[in-house]
C-alpha cells in the first residue's frame, strides 16, 4: 500500500540525472552543516565526540531511506541535550543505549498503530514551552567553554550551574572568549556572503587554524576527549539489571514522543517549502528502525533536524538520496579525516550551540504566546519553567495535563443546557407570535436543548441544569440536534436523569438524535430505562407523542417497563 511505502521508493520512479547532481550537491553541503553539530550535541549531552558522528552517519541514512519525508536530514539534535545529559549521568552510556533501543521500539509502534496524525494535536503552548526551555538548558551549558572558565565540574542543576559560573567569573580566559567571539561573528556574518559554503563550517576551519598554529592556549576536543576513533563500531549490548531497564521507561517515552514531535514538525515545515505531502506513520516507522540502529552502534537518539531540512531545500535537495548523501559524506569525512576533529577548540564549538540555542528558543513566538488567553500562558510558563528548574519528562507530562484540563474546561463552557419553549416560539420567519407546534402544549411539557458535545466535562453542567428544573413536568424532552458526540460520562448522566424522570412520574422523550449518538444511547444502559418510541429523529416526532398522549390519556414511564432496545428486536423480528 502507498501509505505505508518510505518516500525513497516512491520518488526513485522516473528519477533523472538532473535530480541526481541536485541531490548529491544538496548531500554534501548538508554532510558538512551536520559535521559540527553532531560533535557539538554529542558533547553537549555528556558523550564522546564520535558517538554523535556515528548517530548521524548511521540514524541520517536509515531516516532518509525508510521515512515518509522527500527531504528530511536525520540526526542528533539540541531537543535531546538535556534528556541524554541526564540519563548519562544517572545510568551511564549503558543506560542511554538501552533507553535508545526502547525509544525506537515505541516509535515504530506508534508508527503501525497510526499515530503519526494524533501526535500533532500536542498544544502549541506545550511545544513552545519546552523548546524554549531547552533552549536555554544548552545555552546555559555552553558558558563554561564560550568564556573559558578554569573551574571542575560544572553542576547540572540550572541554579546551581548559574551560581557556579558566577564564582568562577575571574577565570575567564581571553584566548577562549576570543576564539568563540570570532566564532561566533563568522556564524553570523558569513551568509551574507555566501550560502554555497556551511558558515558553521567555516567558523570551524578559521578557528581551528587559528588556534593550532596561532599557539592559543585554548581547549580542544583532543585535550579533554583524546584522538576521536575512525574506526567503525561494532554492535553493542549493554548489560543491565531489570531494575535499571524500568527505570528507563519513562525516560525512553520521552525520548519517542520528543523524536516524534520533532521528526513530524520538521516534516509539515519541509511540505509548505516543497509543496509535497510527507506520510507520517512511515516517518515514525523511520525513525524508530534509526534509533535502534543508532543505539546498537554506540549512538544517541536521533530525530528529524529541522535546521539541516532546511538547509537541504535551500540547497536543491529533492528526495530521500540528498539524506543518504549527507550520511555518506560524514561517513568519508569520518573516516579519512576524523583525527583531525580532535584540534576543534571547545570554544568554537561552544558558539555554534549557542546560535542553535539562540535559533531553538523561537523568542519572538514565545512572547507573542503573552498575547492569548491566560490558560495558554499558563500552560506555556508551567512547561517552560519545568523544562529548565525540574525535567523535560516531567515539564512535558504536566504541560500535557494542564492543557488537557483547561481544554475539558473549555468544552464544558461550549456545552450548554437551555430551555428552549420560548427559541422554539421564535424560530422561522418571524411573522409568526409562535410557533404551531406549541399550541397543544401546556405547562407541564418541559423542552431543553443540549449544545455542544455531551462529554464528562459537561455532564454536571448538564445535571445540575435540570436539578434546577421546578415543579415536576409531566413530560421532559431533550433535543439533541448539536450533541455530535457523548462518551461514558455523558450517558452516565443522562442514564441518571432518565431514572429520576421515571421514579418522579415524569415522561422522557430524546428529539433530534443524530445517527452516531442514537447509535450509542440505543447500545446503552439508557435505553434499557425509556419507553418505546422514546428516542425519535425530528422535534415533530417527540411533540406529535406528546399531543397523542395528552388526547388519550397520559401514562408516566412507568406504565411502561418494555425499553426501547426490547422494542427493536420486536419491531425486526
Known amino acids: 500500500m502507498t501509505e505505508w511505502t518510505p518516500k525513497l521508493l516512491t520518488t526513485l520512479r522516473g528519477y533523472s540525472s538532473t535530480a541526481l547532481r541536485a541531490d548529491l550537491t544538496a548531500g554534501v553541503i548538508v554532510g558538512i552543516v551536520a559535521l559540527p553539530l553532531s560533535i557539538a550535541f554529542a558533547i553537549a549531552s555528556g558523550v564522546t565526540p564520535d558517538r554523535g558522528l556515528w548517530t548521524a552517519i548511521v540514524a541520517g541514512f536509515l531516516i532518509?531511506?525508510?521515512?515518509?519525508?522527500?527531504?528530511?536530514?536525520?540526526?542528533?539534535?539540541?531537543?535531546?541535550?538535556?534528556?541524554?545529559?541526564?540519563?548519562?549521568?544517572?545510568?551511564?552510556?549503558?543506560?542511554?543505549?538501552?533507553?535508545?533501543?526502547?525509544?525506537?521500539?515505541?516509535?515504530?509502534?506508534?508508527?503501525?498503530?497510526?499515530?503519526?496524525?494524533?501526535?500533532?494535536?500536542?498544544?502549541?503552548?506545550?511545544?513552545?514551552?519546552?523548546?524554549?526551555?531547552?533552549?536555554?538548558?544548552?545555552?546555559?551549558?555552553?558558558?563554561?567553554?564560550?568564556?573559558?572558565?578554569?573551574?571542575g565540574t560544572v553542576p547540572a542543576e540550572f541554579v546551581e550551574k548559574w551560581a557556579a559560573y558566577a564564582e568562577h567569573l575571574d577565570a575567564v580566559n581571553p584566548a577562549a572568549l576570543g576564539v568563540a567571539l570570532l566564532a561566533l561573528a563568522i556564524v553570523l556574518w558569513w551568509p551574507k556572503v555566501t550560502t554555497k559554503v556551511p558558515s558553521p563550517f567555516v567558523a570551524l576551519i578559521v578557528t581551528t587554524l587559528l588556534v593550532r598554529f596561532g599557539g592559543l592556549e585554548v581547549e580542544t576536543i583532543g585535550s579533554r576527549f583524546g584522538t576521536i576513533s575512525a574506526a567503525i563500531p561494532h554492535p553493542v549490548l549493554p548489560d543491565l539489571t531489570w531494575a535499571q531497564v524500568t527505570g528507563l521507561v519513562g525516560p525512553a517515552f520521552t525520548i519517542a514522543m520528543l523524536g516524534g514531535i520533532e521528526s513530524l514538525l520538521s516534516c509539515v515545515v519541509a511540505d509548505g517549502m516543497i509543496g509535497a505531502r510527507h506520510r507520517s506513520n512511515v516517518e515514525l516507522i523511520g525513525q524508530g528502525v534509526a534509533n535502534i540502529a543508532s543505539a546498537m552502534v554506540g549512538g544517541i537518539p536521533a530525530t528529524g533536524a529541522l535546521a539541516r531540512t532546511a538547509t537541504n531545500v535551500r540547497s536543491g535537495g529533492r528526495t530521500p538520496v540528498?539524506?543518504?548523501?549527507?550520511?555518506?559524506?560524514?561517513?568519508?569525512?569520518?573516516?579519512?579525516?576524523?583525527?583531525?576533529?580532535?584540534?576543534?577548540?571547545?570554544?568554537?564549538?561552544?558558539?555554534?550551540?549557542?546560535?542553535?540555542?539562540?535559533?531553538?528558543?523561537?523568542?519572538?513566538?514565545?512572547?507573542?504566546?503573552?498575547?492569548?488567553?491566560?490558560?495558554?500562558?499558563?500552560?506555556?510558563?508551567?512547561?517552560?519553567?519545568?523544562?529548565?528548574?525540574?525535567?523535560?519528562?516531567?515539564?512535558?507530562?504536566?504541560g500535557m495535563v494542564l492543557a488537557s484540563f483547561l481544554f475539558m474546561r473549555r468544552m464544558s463552557e461550549v456545552s450548554e443546557v437551555t430551555a428552549i419553549r420560548r427559541e422554539l416560539a421564535d424560530e422561522g420567519d418571524g411573522t409568526a407570535p409562535a410557533d404551531p407546534r406549541l399550541a397543544a402544549l401546556d405547562r407541564d411539557v418541559q423542552v431543553y436543548a443540549i449544545n455542544g458535545p455531551f462529554f464528562f466535562g459537561a455532564a454536571d453542567r448538564f445535571k445540575d441544569t435540570l436539578a434546577q428544573v421546578g415543579a415536576r413536568p409531566k413530560v421532559l424532552i431533550l433535543r439533541l440536534r448539536d450533541v455530535p458526540v457523548i462518551d461514558s460520562t455523558g450517558l452516565s448522566a443522562l442514564l441518571d436523569v432518565v431514572k429520576r424522570a421515571r421514579r418522579e412520574g415524569t415522561r422522557m422523550l430524546l428529539a433530534e438524535v443524530q445517527e452516531p449518538v442514537r447509535r450509542i444511547i440505543e447500545r446503552s444502559h439508557v435505553a434499557d430505562h425509556l419507553e418505546p418510541g422514546a428516542i425519535t429523529s425530528t422535534l415533530d416526532e417527540a411533540l406529535a407523542q406528546v399531543r397523542g398522549t395528552e388526547a388519550a390519556g397520559f401514562r408516566t414511564t412507568a406504565e411502561h417497563p418494555t425499553g426501547r432496545r426490547a422494542a427493536d428486536r420486536a419491531s425486526r423480528h
Open 322 to 398: 540528498a539524506g543518504i548523501t549527507h550520511a555518506v559524506t560524514l561517513l568519508l569525512i569520518t573516516l579519512f579525516f576524523g583525527s583531525w576533529a580532535a584540534l576543534i577548540p571547545m570554544a568554537t564549538l561552544a558558539a555554534i550551540l549557542v546560535v542553535v540555542a539562540y535559533n531553538m528558543s523561537e523568542w519572538r513566538v514565545f512572547v507573542s504566546e503573552f498575547r492569548g488567553p491566560r490558560s495558554d500562558v499558563a500552560v506555556l510558563l508551567t512547561t517552560f519553567t519545568l523544562t529548565v528548574l525540574v525535567d523535560l519528562t516531567v515539564a512535558i507530562g504536566v
Open 64 to 151: 532518509s531511506a525508510l521515512g515518509g519525508s522527500r527531504v528530511q536530514i536525520g540526526g542528533p539534535t539540541g531537543a535531546f541535550v538535556v534528556i541524554v545529559y541526564g540519563i548519562v549521568q544517572q545510568y551511564g552510556v549503558d543506560g542511554l543505549i538501552v533507553a535508545t533501543l526502547m525509544a525506537g521500539a515505541i516509535l515504530i509502534a506508534m508508527g503501525l498503530l497510526r499515530f503519526g496524525t494524533a501526535i500533532k494535536f500536542i498544544p502549541h503552548p506545550v511545544i513552545i514551552g519546552f523548546t524554549s526551555g531547552i533552549a536555554l538548558i544548552i545555552l546555559s551549558g555552553q558558558v563554561k567553554d564560550f568564556l573559558g572558565l578554569t573551574m
